[in-house]
């Protein structure tokens, strides 16, 4: 069976420091890739996409970035966090577009 | 694109019946749904192909109408274990959210 794994869980980070959130999957070979953040009482903003190795899509203009360096493996990075990137984050995988999303545990993350 | 959910939140006592709505302007491929628990991520519940579909998970079931415009999720005989947010998902490049219906069953 697949499993997603969403590591850390809980992060605080002042404002202006870096980030880099992970994101593997098992059980499953060529997902696509998501990320994904929701704000506190909010819905689910998609940030990224990715369909393989190497190859990302932005939703969304922000200082994130994200990078696909092996097939299972999905990284969410920021040079320097802002206040308003607080939220919860969230890493999904789904056989191809249109198909179901499965989401890992999710990392709450406190800019201060 | 993303859809648009009504209501926004719904309060329901043990044993009575909801619906929420997702609907679009556009004809969809697919319309998904998902339930998400306080503090917990998102988990899939089904996902609707074809107009005219219904489709059943427990007590938890959902259309998806003939013009594949609107999809609408059935809470019959609620469950205290039924409270969270309920999103739908449409697919136009890659899945679209709704903003979500918070449901809370009371006991």
């Known amino acids: 069976s697949q499993t997603i794994h969403q590591w850390p869980a809980t992060l605080v980070q002042p404002v202006g420091s870096p980030l880099s959130l992970e994101c593997t999957v098992e059980?499953?070979?060529?997902?696509?890739l998501y990320w994904y953040r929701q704000a506190a009482g909010r819905g689910l903003q998609l940030l990224f996409y990715?369909?393989?190795?190497?190859?990302i899509s932005s939703e969304v203009p922000q200082n994130l970035s994200a990078s696909r360096p092996q097939d299972r493996q999905f990284i969410l990075s920021s040079k320097k966090l802002l206040l308003s990137d607080s939220g919860f984050y969230l890493c999904?995988?789904?056989?191809?577009?249109?198909?179901?999303?499965?989401f890992g545990p999710g990392t709450r993350l406190t800019v201060t | 694109q993303q859809p648009v959910q009504s209501p926004q939140a719904v309060i329901l006592r043990e044993g009575e019946d909801a619906v929420i709505n997702c609907s679009s302007s556009?004809?969809?491929?697919?319309v998904h749904w998902y339930r998400q628990k306080h503090g917990e991520a998102p988990v899939f519940l089904m996902i609707?192909?074809?107009?005219?579909e219904q489709k059943g998970h427990d007590k938890i079931s959902a259309s998806f109408n003939e013009k594949k415009q609107q999809s609408s999720l059935y809470l019959t005989a609620s469950q205290l274990s039924y409270s969270g947010t309920y999103f739908c998902?449409?697919?136009?490049?890659?899945?679209?959210f709704g903003a979500g219906t918070t449901v809370t069953v009371r006991a």
């Open positions: 999904a995988w789904s056989k191809g577009a249109g198909y179901e999303q499965y």
């Open positions: 059980g499953t070979s060529n997902p696509n």
């Open positions: 990715s369909v393989g190795i190497g190859q």
């Open positions: 556009k004809a969809l491929y697919s």
């Open positions: 609707l192909l074809k107009g005219g």
């Open positions: 998902g449409t697919v136009w490049k890659e899945l679209s």
